[in-house]
């Protein structure tokens, strides 16, 4: 037993990890209440080199919002413009216009398409199988990971059909797998305080199960340093892997930290490197039915994204290249990009292996050395 794990009180924790025993709501709340973050994260990285060993996955992808217009009113949110504003902000891409930013890439190996957008109530079932398949017509050597549960649901609104039905034909239009946004924090608090007219956590779960039972997998948030409580945050990880006990379905979880500019709760602070290395090792530590933990650099930061790699994650998302959900942090712009090579060089100065992942994480390259390794 190591003496600082002993002063931090995690030895029944410790004792637990080494086990391979599931972790419970106490074994969460002291994690989030102790001090001492590198013991925290000590054995948060004993339960990644079980998971994934060194290796640390990345993608080459690159985002498209197909509309901003949406009838959310989410309170954190600085993505969104109203319906019917007439603020000229709101815009709507056609198929052909996201199929069109898709083809800017060409020559670049992406392997994933990561599409998401606002609640947008005029947009047809149609438009979103065209959607589809324009940007896969596009890029058909690329994956499709689409569709927040927010949207789904709103597709199977249009539809007027249970999504049991749509996702059939959401896959065959090139659907491969679905992002994990939209779940913010599973507390009846915050989503009336913050998100009351989207979904409730009850219709997330339900949704989660019908794109899992559909035989499309997809990831899961968690939306953190905002309003949420330390009680909030675990058992948000816990329905989670209850979730993933009952359907298998989820890739990796990814937490997300609230940027606050430019949103209703832009007297908030940013989150600090302490608590983001924090969120990411507790949430490693409590999803023991998770095989990846997501460090999403633009919000966390390139170099903060590094050390997670000690610290719970294996997975840092990829190039990106424009991320309109937030702005790059301290500026006004969406423009967010890392090269392969620079991400590759993030994860070999702390030792780790990169390899090169697509959407649903199958190995698509033979990892390269680490440097400092004979
Ligand atoms: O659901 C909105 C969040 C999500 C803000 O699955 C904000 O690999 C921070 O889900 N500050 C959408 N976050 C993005 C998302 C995502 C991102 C990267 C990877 C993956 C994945 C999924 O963004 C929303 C919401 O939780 N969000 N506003 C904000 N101001």
Redesign the pocket.
């Known amino acids: 037993m190591l003496p600082q794990l002993h002063r931090a009180g995690l030895e029944t924790i410790h004792a637990r990890v080494l086990d391979g025993r599931r972790l419970d709501f106490a074994d969460g709340m002291r994690l989030y209440r102790t001090p001492d973050l590198t013991a925290v994260g000590y054995l948060a990285n004993l339960a990644r080199e079980r998971w994934s060993g060194a290796r640390t996955y990345y993608v080459r992808n690159l985002h498209v919002n197909y509309t901003n217009i949406c009838n959310k009113f ?1 309170k ?4 969104y413009a109203a319906p019917n504003s007439g603020d000229g902000k709101g815009y709507v891409l056609t198929p052909e216009q996201a199929a069109a930013r898709v083809t800017q890439y060409d020559g670049e190996p992406i392997r994933e398409i ?1 599409m ?1 957008a606002g609640i947008n109530p005029k947009l047809p079932y149609q438009y979103y199988l065209d959607l589809l398949r324009a940007v896969k017509a596009a890029r058909p050597d690329a994956q499709l ?1 689409a569709f ?1 549960m927010i949207e789904l649901a709103q597709i199977a609104r249009v539809a007027k059909r249970p999504l049991g039905e749509v996702m059939p034909e959401l896959k065959a239009a090139g659907l491969a797998a679905c ?6 924090v599973f507390s009846d608090r915050v989503h009336e305080e913050l998100f009351r007219a989207k979904l409730d956590n009850q219709g997330w779960f339900d949704v989660a199960r019908a794109v899992h039972a559909a035989g499309i997998r997809s ?1 899961a ?1 968690l ?1 953190y340093g905002h309003i949420e409580t330390e009680e909030e945050k675990v058992r948000h990880l816990l329905h989670i892997r209850e979730l993933q006990d009952e359907t298998g379905g989820f890739m ?1 979880f ?1 937490p ?5 500019s430019h ?1 209703e709760l832009s007297h908030l602070p940013v989150t600090t490197g302490y608590a983001n290395l924090r969120e990411i090792a507790i949430a490693r530590l409590l999803l023991d039915n998770f095989p990846h933990v ?1 460090a ?1 650099w ?2 966390i930061t390139p170099p903060v994204a590094q050390m997670a790699l000690w610290y719970g994650a294996d997975d840092i ?1 990829g190039t990106v290249s424009h991320y309109e ?2 702005h790059a942090l301290g500026t006004t712009s969406h423009r967010q990009v890392l090269s392969t090579e620079q991400l590759m060089e993030l994860i070999t100065e702390v030792g780790r292996e990169p390899v090169e992942r697509d959407a649903l994480y199958n190995v698509s390259e033979e990892p390269v050395g680490v440097r400092g390794e004979a």
Do not use: Q, R, W, Y
Request: hydrophobic share 40%; with cysteine.
């Open positions: 989410c954190f949110c600085s993505f990561h998401v990971k927040t992002p994990g946004g939209g779940a913010e990831n948030t939306l990796c990814v997300l930290a609230f940027d606050p949103t997501k999403f633009i919000m998302d959900i937030t």
